[in-house]
Antibody
Framework: QLQLQESGPGLVRPSETLSLTCSVS?????????WSWIRQPPGKELEWIGY???????NYNPSLKSRVTISLDTSRNQSSLKLISVTAADTAVYYC???????????WGQGTLLIVSS | ESVLTQSPGTLSLSPGERATLSCRAS??????LAWYQQKPGQAPRLLIY???SRAAGIPDRFSGSGSGTDFTLTISRLEPEDFAVFYC?????????FGQGTKLEIK
């Protein structure tokens, strides 16, 4: 059974860069699955951030496209998310997710809370 | 961007009753709609995809219907563990978007 686990700093200052990783166990990031990131601000609905495929191809939400990068590290069996120039509006629980399609998600991590504050 | 509007915002029912949740899209998404259940402090759980196909391991009391712009999630007989927040999500057009959620609470 595929298991995903997010990790990150918990707290980031405004204007800095956010870096999160998603460690995958029970399978390889090099298999034919899409690895996605989704976030949820406190008390609000979910927002799709983007995905990466084993080929390295990516697709991002236009609202975040200028600030986000999603990539794979096959040597560590991880997916990573980088978001530059963060603001308080980026405070959210960040989830990584995987599925055989890029557009819906069966496997989820438990989520990691990121707070943007000085 | 396709905006999804869910109704009602909160639904109060008792175990054993039938629940009907609605999701309306601002533009047609064909059958490219999924439903998720989320409990406090947990990740969402995929229930339905393709508007009416149950995900692996989902009990048959959960069913989905609809196409185009109007969709419904039905829980035939509520179990105590079913009470949660439910989100619809469309993947007919980019970017993928979610509804604002319906909270199903115990009456």
């Amino acid at each position: 059974q595929l298991q995903l686990q997010e990790s990150g700093p918990g707290l980031v200052r405004p204007s800095e860069t956010l870096s999160l990783t998603c460690s995958v166990s029970g399978g390889s990031v090099s298999t034919s699955l899409y690895w996605s990131w989704i976030r949820q601000p406190p008390g609000k609905e979910l927002e799709w951030i983007g995905y990466v495929y084993k080929s390295g191809s990516t697709n991002y939400n236009p609202s975040l496209k200028s600030r986000v990068t999603i990539s794979l590290d096959t040597s560590r069996n991880q997916s990573s998310l980088k978001l530059i120039s963060v603001t308080a509006a980026d405070t959210a629980v960040y989830y990584c997710a995987g599925d055989s399609t890029p557009s819906r998600w069966y496997f989820w991590g438990q989520g990691t809370l990121l707070i943007v504050s000085s | 961007e396709s905006v999804l509007t869910q109704s009602p915002g909160t639904l109060s029912l008792s175990p054993g009753e039938r629940a009907t949740l609605s999701c309306r899209a601002s533009q047609s998404v064909s059958s490219s709609l999924a439903w998720y259940q989320q409990k406090p402090g947990q990740a969402p759980r995929l229930l339905i995809y393709g508007a009416s196909s149950r995900a692996a391991g989902i009990p048959d009391r959960f069913s989905g219907s609809g196409s185009g712009t109007d969709f419904t999630l039905t829980i035939s007989r509520l179990e105590p563990e079913d009470f949660a927040v439910f989100y619809c999500q469309q993947y007919g057009t980019l970017p993928y978007t979610f509804g604002q959620g319906t909270k199903l609470e115990i009456k």
